[in-house]
Protein backbone atom coordinates (compact mmCIF):
# COMPACT_ATOMS: atom_id res chain seq x y z
CA UNK A 1 0.00 0.00 0.00
CA UNK A 2 1.61 3.14 -0.79
CA UNK A 3 0.57 6.72 -1.32
CA UNK A 4 1.68 8.71 -4.70
CA UNK A 5 2.36 12.19 -4.14
CA UNK A 6 2.88 14.12 -7.09
CA UNK A 7 4.82 17.18 -6.87
CA UNK A 8 6.84 15.83 -3.92
CA UNK A 9 9.91 16.92 -4.02
CA UNK A 10 8.49 20.91 -4.41
CA UNK A 11 7.95 22.90 -1.36
CA UNK A 12 4.82 21.76 0.23
CA UNK A 13 4.74 18.18 -1.53
CA UNK A 14 8.16 17.78 0.11
CA UNK A 15 7.28 18.72 3.83
CA UNK A 16 4.56 16.84 3.81
CA UNK A 17 6.64 13.74 2.43
CA UNK A 18 8.55 13.86 5.11
CA UNK A 19 5.26 13.86 7.49
CA UNK A 20 3.81 10.82 5.57
CA UNK A 21 7.22 8.71 5.88
CA UNK A 22 6.78 9.33 9.71
CA UNK A 23 3.38 8.12 10.03
CA UNK A 24 4.51 5.19 8.45
CA UNK A 25 2.75 5.48 4.85
CA UNK A 26 4.68 4.04 1.91
CA UNK A 27 5.90 6.54 -0.84
CA UNK A 28 5.88 6.76 -4.20
CA UNK A 29 6.85 10.56 -6.02
CA UNK A 30 6.13 11.71 -8.99
CA UNK A 31 8.15 15.01 -10.09
CA UNK A 32 9.60 16.47 -13.43
CA UNK A 33 11.97 18.32 -11.62
CA UNK A 34 10.21 21.53 -13.66
CA UNK A 35 10.45 23.81 -9.77
CA UNK A 36 12.25 21.75 -7.88
CA UNK A 37 15.84 20.28 -7.30
CA UNK A 38 16.93 16.81 -6.94
CA UNK A 39 18.74 17.00 -3.45
CA UNK A 40 15.67 17.25 -1.95
CA UNK A 41 15.47 13.84 -2.29
CA UNK A 42 18.48 13.21 -0.18
CA UNK A 43 17.43 15.93 2.87
CA UNK A 44 14.31 14.21 2.74
CA UNK A 45 16.18 10.85 3.86
CA UNK A 46 18.81 12.61 6.11
CA UNK A 47 15.33 14.09 8.42
CA UNK A 48 13.41 10.49 7.95
CA UNK A 49 15.96 8.09 7.67
CA UNK A 50 14.04 6.64 4.96
CA UNK A 51 13.87 7.00 0.98
CA UNK A 52 10.94 7.30 -1.00
CA UNK A 53 10.50 6.30 -4.60
CA UNK A 54 11.20 8.54 -7.11
CA UNK A 55 10.44 9.04 -10.56
CA UNK A 56 11.56 12.07 -12.18
CA UNK A 57 8.32 12.37 -15.39
CA UNK A 58 6.09 14.58 -16.51
CA UNK A 59 2.41 13.64 -15.48
CA UNK A 60 1.34 14.57 -18.58
CA UNK A 61 3.12 11.01 -20.35
CA UNK A 62 -0.09 8.84 -19.41
CA UNK A 63 2.45 5.52 -19.96
CA UNK A 64 4.95 6.60 -17.82
CA UNK A 65 2.26 7.04 -15.00
CA UNK A 66 0.20 4.27 -15.87
CA UNK A 67 3.26 1.75 -15.50
CA UNK A 68 3.96 3.60 -11.72
CA UNK A 69 0.36 2.40 -11.14
CA UNK A 70 1.34 -1.15 -12.48
CA UNK A 71 4.48 -1.57 -9.98
CA UNK A 72 2.83 -0.14 -6.80
CA UNK A 73 -0.24 -0.83 -4.96
CA UNK A 74 -1.47 2.95 -4.91
CA UNK A 75 -4.12 3.44 -2.39
CA UNK A 76 -4.67 7.11 -2.50
CA UNK A 77 -2.62 10.46 -3.83
CA UNK A 78 -1.97 14.16 -2.92
CA UNK A 79 -1.68 16.08 -6.14
CA UNK A 80 0.79 19.13 -5.57
CA UNK A 81 2.12 19.14 -9.05
CA UNK A 82 1.36 22.36 -10.37
CA UNK A 83 2.64 25.60 -11.82
CA UNK A 84 2.14 28.16 -9.67
CA UNK A 85 3.20 31.39 -10.55
CA UNK A 86 0.50 33.45 -10.69
CA UNK A 87 2.13 36.40 -13.13
CA UNK A 88 3.56 33.85 -15.69
CA UNK A 89 -0.08 32.28 -15.49
CA UNK A 90 -0.90 35.53 -17.57
CA UNK A 91 1.60 35.40 -19.87
CA UNK A 92 1.09 31.42 -20.20
CA UNK A 93 -2.51 30.63 -20.06
CA UNK A 94 -2.17 27.41 -22.09
CA UNK A 95 0.64 26.39 -20.45
CA UNK A 96 -0.95 26.47 -17.21
CA UNK A 97 -4.17 25.00 -17.89
CA UNK A 98 -2.49 22.13 -19.97
CA UNK A 99 -0.16 21.51 -16.82
CA UNK A 100 -2.58 21.72 -14.16
CA UNK A 101 -6.14 20.01 -15.71
CA UNK A 102 -4.27 17.54 -17.75
CA UNK A 103 -1.93 16.27 -15.05
CA UNK A 104 -5.08 15.86 -12.94
CA UNK A 105 -7.38 14.56 -15.22
CA UNK A 106 -4.86 11.68 -15.93
CA UNK A 107 -4.32 10.67 -12.54
CA UNK A 108 -8.24 10.49 -12.17
CA UNK A 109 -8.53 8.30 -15.05
CA UNK A 110 -6.13 6.32 -13.51
CA UNK A 111 -7.79 6.25 -10.22
CA UNK A 112 -11.38 5.53 -12.05
CA UNK A 113 -9.80 2.28 -14.20
CA UNK A 114 -8.36 0.82 -10.59
CA UNK A 115 -10.68 1.53 -8.66
CA UNK A 116 -8.65 3.71 -6.56
CA UNK A 117 -10.05 6.41 -3.75
CA UNK A 118 -8.86 9.16 -2.14
CA UNK A 119 -7.47 11.69 -3.63
CA UNK A 120 -6.20 14.96 -2.13
CA UNK A 121 -5.89 18.30 -3.90
CA UNK A 122 -3.66 21.33 -3.24
CA UNK A 123 -6.05 24.08 -3.81
CA UNK A 124 -6.19 27.90 -2.63
CA UNK A 125 -7.94 30.58 -0.85
CA UNK A 126 -7.65 32.36 -4.32
CA UNK A 127 -10.65 30.27 -5.45
CA UNK A 128 -12.62 33.04 -2.97
CA UNK A 129 -10.78 36.10 -4.62
CA UNK A 130 -11.95 38.65 -2.35
CA UNK A 131 -14.18 37.69 0.08
CA UNK A 132 -17.29 40.05 1.01
CA UNK A 133 -16.74 39.11 4.83
CA UNK A 134 -13.82 37.83 7.32
CA UNK A 135 -12.78 35.62 7.93
CA UNK A 136 -13.28 33.08 5.25
CA UNK A 137 -15.77 30.30 5.92
CA UNK A 138 -15.63 27.34 3.56
CA UNK A 139 -18.87 27.99 2.47
CA UNK A 140 -17.98 31.83 1.77
CA UNK A 141 -19.30 32.21 -1.55
CA UNK A 142 -15.77 31.45 -4.51
CA UNK A 143 -15.40 34.32 -7.12
CA UNK A 144 -13.75 33.62 -10.07
CA UNK A 145 -10.10 34.27 -9.83
CA UNK A 146 -8.31 36.86 -11.71
CA UNK A 147 -5.67 34.90 -12.92
CA UNK A 148 -5.16 32.12 -15.43
CA UNK A 149 -3.31 29.85 -11.86
CA UNK A 150 -6.67 30.31 -9.71
CA UNK A 151 -8.72 29.40 -12.26
CA UNK A 152 -7.08 26.09 -12.88
CA UNK A 153 -7.36 25.30 -9.42
CA UNK A 154 -11.17 26.17 -9.52
CA UNK A 155 -11.63 24.12 -12.16
CA UNK A 156 -9.78 21.51 -10.47
CA UNK A 157 -12.04 21.72 -7.66
CA UNK A 158 -14.99 21.45 -9.87
CA UNK A 159 -13.51 18.31 -12.08
CA UNK A 160 -13.03 16.15 -8.30
CA UNK A 161 -16.40 17.18 -7.31
CA UNK A 162 -18.01 15.65 -10.66
CA UNK A 163 -15.59 12.51 -10.61
CA UNK A 164 -16.34 11.69 -6.62
CA UNK A 165 -19.61 11.87 -7.85
CA UNK A 166 -19.83 10.11 -10.86
CA UNK A 167 -17.29 7.13 -9.88
CA UNK A 168 -17.88 6.84 -6.30
CA UNK A 169 -14.66 8.70 -5.15
CA UNK A 170 -13.40 10.01 -1.40
CA UNK A 171 -11.89 13.12 -2.07
CA UNK A 172 -10.35 16.34 -0.30
CA UNK A 173 -9.84 19.73 -1.24
CA UNK A 174 -7.60 21.52 0.75
CA UNK A 175 -7.65 25.10 0.56
CA UNK A 176 -4.15 26.63 1.74
CA UNK A 177 -4.16 30.41 2.64
CA UNK A 178 -0.47 31.43 2.27
CA UNK A 179 2.28 28.90 3.16
CA UNK A 180 5.80 30.23 4.84
CA UNK A 181 8.91 28.96 6.33
CA UNK A 182 11.26 25.72 6.17
CA UNK A 183 11.31 22.26 8.12
CA UNK A 184 13.18 23.22 11.35
CA UNK A 185 16.04 20.93 10.44
CA UNK A 186 16.76 23.60 7.63
CA UNK A 187 17.14 20.66 4.96
CA UNK A 188 13.67 21.70 3.02
CA UNK A 189 11.95 24.62 2.02
CA UNK A 190 10.61 26.68 -0.57
CA UNK A 191 13.39 27.26 -3.42
CA UNK A 192 12.95 30.40 -5.23
CA UNK A 193 13.77 30.69 -8.68
CA UNK A 194 14.62 34.21 -10.25
CA UNK A 195 13.10 36.81 -8.27
CA UNK A 196 10.59 36.26 -5.71
CA UNK A 197 6.98 36.80 -6.17
CA UNK A 198 5.72 36.09 -2.71
CA UNK A 199 5.88 38.34 0.13
CA UNK A 200 8.20 35.91 2.62
CA UNK A 201 10.69 34.86 0.09
CA UNK A 202 11.52 38.45 -1.21
CA UNK A 203 11.77 39.45 2.57
CA UNK A 204 14.24 36.82 3.40
CA UNK A 205 16.62 37.95 0.52
CA UNK A 206 16.27 41.44 1.37
CA UNK A 207 17.42 40.39 4.67
CA UNK A 208 20.27 38.32 2.89
CA UNK A 209 21.27 41.67 0.64
CA UNK A 210 20.44 39.80 -2.65
CA UNK A 211 17.76 42.76 -3.15
CA UNK A 212 18.45 45.71 -1.89
CA UNK A 213 14.94 46.87 -0.94
CA UNK A 214 11.12 44.62 -0.28
CA UNK A 215 8.98 46.68 -2.71
CA UNK A 216 5.63 47.12 -0.24
CA UNK A 217 2.70 47.39 -2.54
CA UNK A 218 0.18 49.52 -1.37
CA UNK A 219 -0.29 51.21 1.99
CA UNK A 220 -3.98 52.24 1.41
CA UNK A 221 -5.81 49.90 2.43
CA UNK A 222 -8.58 50.00 4.42
CA UNK A 223 -6.20 48.76 7.17
CA UNK A 224 -5.12 49.66 9.98
CA UNK A 225 -1.96 50.44 9.30
CA UNK A 226 -2.54 50.60 5.19
CA UNK A 227 -0.68 47.36 4.07
CA UNK A 228 -2.74 44.51 2.92
CA UNK A 229 -3.74 41.16 5.20
CA UNK A 230 -3.18 37.87 4.70
CA UNK A 231 -3.02 34.46 6.51
CA UNK A 232 0.68 33.38 6.95
CA UNK A 233 0.89 29.32 7.51
CA UNK A 234 3.72 27.61 8.88
CA UNK A 235 4.50 24.79 6.20
CA UNK A 236 5.07 22.11 8.56
CA UNK A 237 1.66 22.51 9.70
CA UNK A 238 0.21 22.99 6.82
CA UNK A 239 2.31 19.30 5.55
CA UNK A 240 0.52 17.45 9.03
CA UNK A 241 -2.94 18.29 7.74
CA UNK A 242 -2.32 16.50 4.63
CA UNK A 243 -2.05 13.23 6.70
CA UNK A 244 -4.85 14.05 8.65
CA UNK A 245 -6.89 14.60 5.94
CA UNK A 246 -5.77 11.08 3.97
CA UNK A 247 -6.39 9.44 7.09
CA UNK A 248 -9.87 10.82 7.36
CA UNK A 249 -10.33 9.69 3.88
CA UNK A 250 -8.92 5.99 4.45
CA UNK A 251 -10.87 5.93 7.43
CA UNK A 252 -14.55 6.82 5.93
CA UNK A 253 -17.11 3.95 4.96
CA UNK A 254 -18.76 6.39 2.82
CA UNK A 255 -18.60 5.91 -0.75
CA UNK A 256 -18.92 9.28 -1.96
CA UNK A 257 -16.93 12.02 0.19
CA UNK A 258 -16.07 16.02 -0.62
CA UNK A 259 -14.72 17.14 2.58
CA UNK A 260 -13.27 20.47 1.51
CA UNK A 261 -11.27 22.39 4.54
CA UNK A 262 -10.02 25.82 5.12
CA UNK A 263 -6.30 25.70 5.77
CA UNK A 264 -5.07 29.21 7.49
CA UNK A 265 -4.10 30.17 10.98
CA UNK A 266 -7.05 32.18 11.43
CA UNK A 267 -4.93 35.39 12.19
CA UNK A 268 -4.92 37.85 9.24
CA UNK A 269 -1.11 39.72 9.64
CA UNK A 270 -0.42 43.07 7.52
CA UNK A 271 2.88 43.11 4.96
CA UNK A 272 4.48 45.57 7.67
CA UNK A 273 3.78 43.57 10.45
CA UNK A 274 5.71 40.69 8.74
CA UNK A 275 8.38 42.53 7.69
CA UNK A 276 8.51 43.68 11.69
CA UNK A 277 8.42 40.02 12.66
CA UNK A 278 11.15 38.81 10.72
CA UNK A 279 13.41 41.78 12.00
CA UNK A 280 12.34 40.72 15.68
CA UNK A 281 12.66 37.27 14.69
CA UNK A 282 16.27 36.67 13.10
CA UNK A 283 17.75 39.90 13.98
CA UNK A 284 18.46 41.34 10.94
CA UNK A 285 16.91 44.53 8.67
CA UNK A 286 14.37 44.40 5.94
CA UNK A 287 14.59 48.18 4.27
CA UNK A 288 11.70 48.84 2.47
CA UNK A 289 9.89 51.06 0.26
CA UNK A 290 6.35 51.52 -0.64
CA UNK A 291 5.34 51.34 -4.23
CA UNK A 292 2.07 51.60 -6.13
CA UNK A 293 -0.87 48.38 -5.03
CA UNK A 294 0.39 45.86 -7.33
CA UNK A 295 -2.02 44.69 -9.84
CA UNK A 296 -4.86 41.99 -8.95
CA UNK A 297 -4.02 41.88 -5.58
CA UNK A 298 -6.42 42.06 -2.84
CA UNK A 299 -6.90 43.64 0.78
CA UNK A 300 -7.59 40.90 2.95
CA UNK A 301 -7.97 37.41 3.78
CA UNK A 302 -7.69 35.03 6.45
CA UNK A 303 -9.24 32.08 7.50
CA UNK A 304 -11.61 30.56 9.65
CA UNK A 305 -9.81 26.77 9.88
CA UNK A 306 -12.36 25.74 12.64
CA UNK A 307 -13.94 22.78 10.31
CA UNK A 308 -10.55 21.29 10.14
CA UNK A 309 -9.97 21.38 13.53
CA UNK A 310 -13.22 19.93 14.27
CA UNK A 311 -13.29 17.13 11.23
CA UNK A 312 -9.38 16.35 11.23
CA UNK A 313 -8.47 17.61 14.91
CA UNK A 314 -5.68 19.19 13.49
CA UNK A 315 -4.57 23.04 14.32
CA UNK A 316 -2.05 25.52 12.86
CA UNK A 317 -0.09 26.58 15.73
CA UNK A 318 3.10 27.95 15.40
CA UNK A 319 4.11 31.56 15.55
CA UNK A 320 4.48 33.70 12.67
CA UNK A 321 8.31 34.44 14.28
CA UNK A 322 8.83 30.54 14.48
CA UNK A 323 8.05 30.17 10.89
CA UNK A 324 10.14 33.37 10.14
CA UNK A 325 13.12 31.87 11.95
CA UNK A 326 12.99 28.71 9.92
CA UNK A 327 12.73 30.79 6.91
CA UNK A 328 15.68 32.57 7.46
CA UNK A 329 17.45 29.32 8.62
CA UNK A 330 16.94 27.64 5.21
CA UNK A 331 18.68 30.50 3.88
CA UNK A 332 21.74 30.34 5.72
CA UNK A 333 21.71 26.60 4.06
CA UNK A 334 20.92 27.52 0.64
CA UNK A 335 23.90 30.06 1.33
CA UNK A 336 26.47 27.36 2.70
CA UNK A 337 25.56 25.64 -0.48
CA UNK A 338 26.77 27.71 -2.35
P1 LIG B 1 6.28 23.82 -5.96
O1 LIG B 1 6.46 24.41 -7.31
O2 LIG B 1 7.38 23.97 -4.98
O3 LIG B 1 5.95 22.25 -6.09
C1 LIG B 1 5.27 21.70 -7.20
C2 LIG B 1 6.10 20.53 -7.70
O4 LIG B 1 5.42 19.91 -8.79
C3 LIG B 1 7.47 20.95 -8.21
O5 LIG B 1 8.45 20.16 -7.58
C4 LIG B 1 7.41 20.68 -9.72
O6 LIG B 1 8.67 20.26 -10.21
C5 LIG B 1 6.34 19.61 -9.81
N1 LIG B 1 5.58 19.59 -11.07
C6 LIG B 1 4.90 20.62 -11.65
N2 LIG B 1 4.29 20.20 -12.76
C7 LIG B 1 4.56 18.87 -12.89
C8 LIG B 1 4.20 17.87 -13.84
N3 LIG B 1 3.45 18.15 -14.92
N4 LIG B 1 4.66 16.62 -13.66
C9 LIG B 1 5.42 16.30 -12.58
N5 LIG B 1 5.80 17.21 -11.66
C10 LIG B 1 5.36 18.48 -11.81
O7 LIG B 1 4.91 24.39 -5.38
P2 LIG B 1 4.34 24.35 -3.90
O8 LIG B 1 4.44 25.71 -3.33
O9 LIG B 1 4.90 23.21 -3.16
O10 LIG B 1 2.81 24.10 -4.22
C11 LIG B 1 2.26 22.79 -4.22
C12 LIG B 1 0.81 22.87 -4.62
O11 LIG B 1 0.11 23.71 -3.71
C13 LIG B 1 0.56 23.45 -6.00
O12 LIG B 1 -0.51 22.75 -6.59
C14 LIG B 1 0.16 24.88 -5.71
O13 LIG B 1 -0.65 25.40 -6.72
C15 LIG B 1 -0.59 24.72 -4.42
N6 LIG B 1 -0.61 25.93 -3.60
C16 LIG B 1 0.55 26.55 -3.29
C17 LIG B 1 0.53 27.72 -2.53
C18 LIG B 1 1.80 28.46 -2.22
O14 LIG B 1 1.73 29.65 -1.90
N7 LIG B 1 2.97 27.83 -2.25
C19 LIG B 1 -0.70 28.23 -2.07
C20 LIG B 1 -1.87 27.54 -2.40
C21 LIG B 1 -1.82 26.39 -3.17
C1 LIG C 1 1.34 38.67 0.12
C2 LIG C 1 1.21 40.15 0.41
C3 LIG C 1 1.45 41.54 -1.56
C4 LIG C 1 5.61 40.62 -2.40
C5 LIG C 1 -0.26 34.43 -3.82
C6 LIG C 1 -1.17 33.83 -4.87
C7 LIG C 1 -2.17 32.91 -4.22
C8 LIG C 1 -1.48 31.87 -3.33
C9 LIG C 1 -0.49 32.50 -2.41
C10 LIG C 1 -1.14 29.85 -4.58
C11 LIG C 1 0.40 40.90 -0.66
C12 LIG C 1 2.57 41.80 -0.58
C13 LIG C 1 4.36 40.66 -1.81
C14 LIG C 1 6.41 41.78 -2.37
C15 LIG C 1 4.68 42.91 -1.16
N1 LIG C 1 -0.73 30.93 -4.11
N2 LIG C 1 3.91 41.78 -1.20
N3 LIG C 1 5.92 42.89 -1.75
O1 LIG C 1 -0.65 37.60 -3.22
O2 LIG C 1 -1.55 36.61 -1.05
O3 LIG C 1 -1.06 35.16 -2.91
O4 LIG C 1 0.39 33.36 -3.13
O5 LIG C 1 -2.24 29.42 -4.62
O6 LIG C 1 -2.87 32.31 -5.24
O7 LIG C 1 -1.86 34.88 -5.52
O8 LIG C 1 0.83 36.20 -1.69
O9 LIG C 1 3.15 36.38 -0.95
O10 LIG C 1 2.54 37.26 -3.24
O11 LIG C 1 1.76 38.49 -1.23
O12 LIG C 1 4.29 43.95 -0.62
O13 LIG C 1 7.52 41.80 -2.91
O14 LIG C 1 2.52 40.74 0.34
O15 LIG C 1 1.05 42.73 -2.18
O16 LIG C 1 -0.33 41.90 0.00
P1 LIG C 1 -0.67 36.51 -2.23
P2 LIG C 1 2.15 37.05 -1.82
Avoid at 9 to 28: M, R
Avoid at 172 to 193: C, D, K, Q, T
Avoid at 292 to 298: F, N, T, V
Amino acid sequence: MAILVTGGLGYIGSHTVVELLNNNFEVVIVDDLSNSEKFILDNIEEVTGKRPYFFPFDLKRKELLAQVFDAFDITGCINFAAFKAVGESQEKPLDYYENNLFSLINILQEFKQRNISNFIFSSSCTVYGQADQMPIEESTPLKTPESSYGKTKQMGEEILKDFAVAHHKKIALLRYFNPIGAHPSALLGELPIGVPNNLVPYVTQTAAGIREKLNIWGNDYPTEDGTAIRDYIYVVDLAKAHVKALQKLMASDEETVIDIFNLGTGRGSSVLEVVEAYERANNVAVPYQICERRAGDITIAYANADKAERELGWKADTTLEEALRTTWEWQKYLESRG
